[in-house]
């Protein structure tokens, strides 16, 4: 299984990106498993930022700082996730990494993400 994560960028405050992780693998379908989005800013531990559950729950999860901002969403078809996200603040500048567990744990090699007018 690999993920490519892809789609970040320098951003002013209040602007929005869109960040994309692409499964790839054989026998291997992004729909059936949790697929989270982590970031990791300069000096701070690496903090888990949403989570979509497989396809048969869809249940998502958000930490509270970007609640409301930031959106996860899958499209199965293209076995990609994706994290939408809007109002950005530069407290939101970190490397994003996507992740997934299938018999072992895969990361994504990370996106920047740059906040700052």
């Known amino acids: 299984v690999q993920l490519q994560a892809s789609g970040g960028g320098l951003v002013q405050p209040g602007g929005s990106l869109r960040l994309s992780c692409a499964a790839s693998?054989?026998?291997?379908?992004?729909?059936?498993?949790?697929v989270d989005w982590y970031r990791e800013a300069p000096g701070k531990q690496r903090e888990l930022v949403a989570r979509?559950?497989?396809?048969?729950?869809?249940?998502?999860f958000y930490r509270d700082s970007v609640k409301g901002r930031f959106t996860i969403s899958r499209d199965n078809a293209k076995n990609t996730v994706y994290l939408h996200m809007n109002s950005l603040k530069p407290e939101d500048t970190a490397v994003y990494y996507c992740?997934?567990?299938?018999?072992?744990?895969?990361w994504g090699q990370g996106t920047l993400v740059t906040v700052s007018s």
């Open positions: 979509i559950s497989g396809s048969n729950s869809g249940s998502t």
């Open positions: 992740t997934t567990y299938y018999r072992t744990r895969y």
């Open positions: 693998g054989s026998m291997f379908s992004i729909d059936s498993v949790v």
